[in-house]
């Protein structure tokens, strides 16, 4: 079975400072991705990540920047947390192809204080 | 711009009887279409998919339907049960690009 895996499950941050996210999968996935949930806005990506070293913003990508050094980690940074970034975040993996499906972690629900 | 709708947020369904969930879309060039179920503290994770080439498809209890000329995606639970209580999101996608998910809708089933 896939598994993703997220580093922190509850965090707690104050405004303005850095927070790292960290994601990592067993399966060796090419992609992956960053997705921030809302509710009543449903899931919208942040960045992705096609291979090693390369990104690609989402929808949403301001006040993010992400890190792919290690084909099996995505990192999720907030360089300098704001109250707006409270959320639940979500990393998910796939394989390439058109029938890949993505496989989420458990999810890491942030409040910034 | 929202290519793919969920417009009920929320739904409730006797235990049992037949759930249905809804999603449209915009975008004639998606081609694969994903429903992804959702707990509260959990990950999404994947219930079932269909081509644009098919217009059903089936897997146990779940079976999704697709109408292209609509634009339309419906989901069916039978018999639903108090564990498909969550939140389901439809997904969409054109080729290898990235999916674009729905708002979600929370499915409560009722004993």
């Known amino acids: 079975d896939v598994k993703v895996t997220q580093s922190s499950r509850y965090l707690v941050k104050r405004t303005g400072e850095k927070v790292f996210l960290e994601c990592v999968q067993d399966?060796?996935?090419?992609?992956m991705f960053w997705y921030r949930q809302d509710p009543g806005l449903g899931l919208r990506l942040i960045y992705f990540?096609?291979?090693?070293?390369?990104?690609e913003k989402g929808d949403i990508p301001e006040g993010y920047s992400v890190s792919r050094e290690k084909k099996e980690r995505f990192s999720l940074i907030l360089e300098s947390a704001s109250t707006n970034q409270t959320s639940m975040y979500l990393c998910?993996?796939?394989?390439?192809?058109?029938?890949?499906?993505?496989?989420f972690g458990p999810g890491t629900r942030l409040l910034v204080l | 711009d929202q290519q793919v709708k969920q417009n009920s947020p929320s739904l409730s369904v006797q235990e049992g009887r037949i759930s249905i969930l809804n999603c449209d879309y915009t975008?004639?060039?998606?081609?694969?279409f994903l429903w992804y179920k959702k707990y509260p503290a959990e990950g999404p994770t994947f219930l079932i998919s269909?081509?644009?080439?098919?217009d059903k498809n089936e897997d146990g209890r779940f079976t999704v339907f697709l109408n292209k000329s609509a634009k339309h995606l419906s989901l069916h639970i039978v018999p639903s049960q108090p564990g498909d209580s969550a939140v389901y999101f439809c997904?969409?996608?054109?080729?290898?690009?990235?999916?674009?998910f729905g708002t979600g809708t929370r499915l409560t089933i009722i004993p």
């Open positions: 998910a993996s796939s394989l390439g192809g058109q029938l890949k499906r993505e496989y």
């Open positions: 997904a969409a996608r054109f080729g290898n690009e990235k999916l674009t």
């Open positions: 975008n004639s060039m998606f081609d694969y």
């Open positions: 990540s096609y291979d090693v070293k390369m990104k």
């Open positions: 399966m060796d996935h090419e992609n």
């Open positions: 269909i081509s644009s080439i098919k």
